[in-house]
């Protein structure tokens, strides 16, 4: 997914075919011991199939790198003197995952081994602004989490940026996102246009796709091969995970749930056509349905993050507002309706519900699975869970971030040696 490539990652005076075995030794090496923690060398020799004197210079230029580190001592069960032991450094690598929604920015920032640097997420109307505003915006709250990592001394690794919409990965180009209002956007030329500081390696993708990265590799459902993730926010995304693996289709655009006509009498969509999903259960839907006068795009528009419009309803709900209450209902149903499809479509072992329907998730997943029950082919919907996501609003910009630390995984001779 990455759009921009780093020349001169090559160690001077190396063949080229010797480089790529060598890139390939350090990948092996630097995976294993993100995978297994603490452990020697002689483990990573006897567990990898290369030799002692091989892991010795792999692990020195993984340690000149700041990639790896040595703590010690490490006890095998073994009698003789303990060995000191490998494990994962990359405090000084930093990883950025960053997410343009309907109504808000995140940013989320780790080291290479997961330790979180930073976490925000601030109101925007990215609806009712032009690209150049939002990216704008967008720009500036990656131009101080990238100078709030320099002044912890990280050097970032790279950027992944997460918008609702379909993505041209290869080119950096956001297709067309209704609910933006985008068509043709050419993201990262726009950013660095924007301020996003020159050699650092940039991607895009859809929001939806980052999502289920997220749940996959550290969420509710991780290492489960087969996954389906709904996000719940102005519209609805659908990222898929198929034995493992991200499911993106011919150009990238699959899991686009939420366009699919459910009601051919239904109410006009941001993308123009009738009837979508996202008509039905996406949080305009469920804001339109139990507080009316305070709409999207119904009188004034005051920026508000989801969570506020969420707390609302949760709280008419609780005064007994009967519209309220049957929202949510009404909600529930289309989703069980909408996710009978996927299970039949994908058989996957879970559906996670992200976004807004993580947090109405004890009120939506009996809805939605009783409908699933009626409507599914009955083995695959009795063997799909429902499951609430606990990655919140920012699961996107988090798989963003594992985006980045996969590519340095790949490729360790990204990050520059150190003086």
């Not at 995978?35 to 030799?51: F, H, I, P």
């Not at 343009?100 to 997420?121: E, H, K, P, Q, S």
């Not at 305070?294 to 609302?312: F, T």
Request: glycine share 14%; hydrophobic share 45%.
């Amino acid at each position: 997914m990455t759009v921009e490539h780093q020349p001169g990652s090559r160690s001077a005076g190396v063949p080229a075919d010797q480089a790529t075995v060598r890139r390939a030794n350090l990948s092996l090496v630097l995976r294993h011991v993100s995978a297994r923690g603490q452990c020697s060398r002689s483990s990573v020799a006897a567990e990898t199939g290369l030799n002692k004197t091989t892991i010795s210079s792999l692990v020195g230029e993984l340690q000149a790198r700041g990639l790896v580190k040595e703590i010690g001592p490490h006890h095998a069960g073994s009698v003789g003197r303990p060995s000191l032991a490998l494990v994962l450094d990359g405090s000084g690598v930093g990883a950025l995952g960053v997410e343009l929604n309907a109504d808000y920015i995140a940013a989320f920032a780790t080291d290479l081994a997961g330790r979180v640097l930073a976490d925000r997420r601030i109101g925007f109307d990215a609806m009712g602004s032009e690209p150049e505003r939002s990216l704008d915006k967008l720009g500036q709250v990656i131009g101080s989490t990238v100078a709030e990592l320099d002044r912890r001394g990280v050097a970032l690794a790279g950027l992944t940026v997460a918008v609702p919409g379909l993505v041209d990965t290869a080119g950096g180009t956001v297709v067309f996102a209704p609910n933006l209002g985008w068509r043709g956007v050419p993201m990262i030329e726009r950013l660095r246009s924007a301020g996003v500081p020159a050699g650092v390696p940039m991607a895009v993708d859809n929001d939806a796709n980052l999502a289920a990265l997220a749940e996959y590799r550290s969420g509710v459902a991780v290492g489960v091969p087969n996954l389906i993730y709904l996000t719940g926010e102005v519209g609805v995304g659908c990222g898929i995970i198929t034995g493992g693996r991200p499911l993106s289709g011919a150009d990238g655009f699959a899991g686009e749930a939420g366009h699919v006509m459910v009601d051919p009498y239904g109410d006009e969509c941001g993308c123009g056509r009738i009837g979508c999903w996202e008509t039905k259960v996406g949080l305009a839907a469920l804001v339109r349905m139990a507080t009316p006068d305070r709409a999207y795009g119904v009188g004034p528009q005051v920026v508000r993050d989801p969570e506020e419009r969420l707390a609302e309803i949760e709280q008419r709900r609780a005064d007994g507002d009967p519209r309220a209450e049957a929202a949510v209902a009404e909600v529930g149903r289309w989703l069980g309706r909408g996710a009978s499809t996927l299970v039949n479509l994908f058989n996957p072992q879970v559906i996670v519900l992200g976004g807004y329907f993580a947090r109405l998730a004890e009120q939506l997943i009996p809805v939605a699975r009783a409908e699933l029950a009626r409507l599914g082919m009955s083995v695959a919907a009795d063997r799909c869970r429902f499951a609430a996501s606990t990655l919140g609003f920012g699961a996107a910009s988090r798989g963003g971030v594992d985006v980045v630390i996969e590519r340095v995984l790949s490729d360790p001779t990204s990050i520059a040696m150190r003086p």
